[in-house]
């Protein structure tokens, strides 16, 4: 079993739609959750991190984390084509301050 | 300011040649990665560099080789190049204490025959 999972998809949502992606992971001890964007072509960064349960909001962007359940979403309200786009989700290895693992990714494409 | 720098960005190597993929930062950070991205496997990474003249190896260090130059400087070598090792390779950096915040260069595309 991987460590991080997602579907790798892709996700097509039309313009205006809240797309959601999910993420599932194994170690029941992870503390720290992330989500990357990579645009096609280009290098992964940084849009949301989450560490407690719940919900956390960062305008069109909520991270939700369920650590009962180990999994984490991300949901993008009002999407955008410029959305669209590889997203990754990260967790901090158990016992490091740095290794992240990384899932796979979604795709998600916004339909105009 | 550049952020993470990456050459080259594309090179094509036959089995068994040597290479050396170079990266920079100009943000003054301590941390420094090499990472492998392949296409369903997401991002893996190779080594790790806490600080200059310190490494540590990552989940995927085989047929690996990196250097720590200075602060700025973090170079990733392959000996004997093989097919397995055609990918993307990005170097990252961040700050430390907020390890997880990494700015991630433009990559570099290697192909092997």
């Known amino acids: 079993q991987k460590e991080v999972e997602q579907n790798s998809g892709p996700l097509s949502v039309p313009e205006g739609a809240i797309a959601s992606l999910n993420c599932t992971y194994s170690?029941?001890?992870?503390?720290?959750f992330f989500w990357y964007r990579q645009y096609s072509g280009k290098s992964p960064e940084l849009i949301m991190f989450?560490?407690?349960?719940g919900d956390k909001e960062d305008g069109r962007f909520t991270a939700q984390l369920n650590k009962a359940s180990q999994y984490v979403s991300l949901l993008i309200r009002d999407s955008q084509p410029s959305d669209s786009a590889t997203y990754l989700c990260a967790v901090i290895q158990r016992g490091s301050s740095y290794k992240l693992i990384f899932g796979s990714g979604t795709r998600l494409l916004v339909r105009p | 300011n550049a952020g993470v720098t990456q050459t080259p960005k594309f090179q094509v190597l036959k089995t068994g040649q040597s290479m050396t993929l170079q990266c920079a930062q100009d943000m003054n950070h301590n941390s420094m990665y090499w990472y492998r991205q392949d296409p369903g496997m997401g991002l893996r990474l190779i080594y790790y560099?806490?600080?200059?003249?310190?490494?540590d190896k990552g989940e995927v260090p085989n047929g690996y080789n990196v250097s720590r130059l200075n602060k700025r400087e973090f170079s990733l070598r392959l000996e004997s190049a093989a097919p397995s090792q055609t990918s993307v390779y990005f170097c990252?950096?961040?700050?430390?204490?907020?390890?997880?915040?990494?700015?991630f260069g433009p990559g570099t595309r290697l192909t092997v025959t």
């Open positions: 170690d029941r001890g992870s503390q720290s």
């Open positions: 560099s806490a600080s200059e003249g310190t490494t």
């Open positions: 989450i560490y407690s349960n």
């Open positions: 990252a950096s961040s700050e430390a204490g907020t390890e997880y915040e990494q700015y």
